[in-house]
């Protein structure tokens, strides 16, 4: 693909099966490649490489974990800066400084329940998210801060919204708490009026 400012865009494949299923397995710009994709069977991705500023977007994690929960739910959620000393092979084995690390927790439902920000955490900044859902899994409940060990509660709220939804889903309530700063608290009363 060539822009109009003349720079090329070049999507490579390789002569893998991925070929064959029409995967990308590198992406190249005015011929330098810039990113590295790479799958597990059909269709489960696993790692984007971004070659420079070596950055790895990673669902293999070496010998941890495995990052997917059942029917391809992601559950560990990694963005590594691998750097200079290491390449990109070895960046998959859990080396490097993590700029986003996610975990995540589901329903039966498959609707998330929880996100966990690791980062955030060894920087003492409570980003971590807890959902609550009614019985047609249509989100309720939003807190942020810092979740409990066992994922069930936000132990210091930063933020908490509630929305309370009639039987299509609309709001007929939404409130939120923001703990540190009452002048963000918001109480709407929806109503719609019938023309």
């Not at 400012?5 to 397995?25: C, H, M, P």
């Not at 059909?42 to 950055?55: A, G, M, N, Q, R």
């Not at 939120?176 to 700063?181: A, E, K, L």
Request: hydrophobic share 30%; aromatic share 12%; with cysteine.
């Amino acid at each position: 693909m060539t822009y109009p400012s003349g720079e090329v865009l070049s999507y490579s494949y390789d002569d893998t099966v991925a070929d064959n299923l029409s995967r990308v397995r590198t992406l190249s710009k005015d011929a330098t490649e810039v990113c590295q994709y790479s799958y597990l069977g059909l269709s489960t991705f696993v790692t984007t490489d971004y070659l420079k500023p070596e950055i790895k977007l990673d669902y293999v994690l070496g010998s941890g974990a495995n990052p997917y929960a059942g029917f391809g739910r992601v559950i560990d959620h990694w963005w590594a800066n691998y750097g200079a000393s290491s390449s990109s092979s070895s960046s998959s084995s859990g080396s490097g400084s993590s700029l986003v690390h996610l975990k995540y927790g589901y329903n039966r439902s498959s609707s998330r329940t929880y996100k966990e920000d690791l980062v955030a955490q060894s920087y003492d900044k409570d980003f971590d998210e807890l959902y609550e859902y009614d019985g047609l899994q249509r989100l309720k409940k939003f807190h942020r801060g810092r979740l409990s060990n066992d994922h069930q509660t936000i132990t210091s709220p930063a933020l908490q919204q509630r929305w309370d939804l009639d039987a299509t889903g609309n709001w007929s309530n939404f409130t939120q708490n923001v703990p540190s700063d009452i002048s963000q608290i918001i109480d709407q009363q929806r109503t719609i009026v019938a023309s």
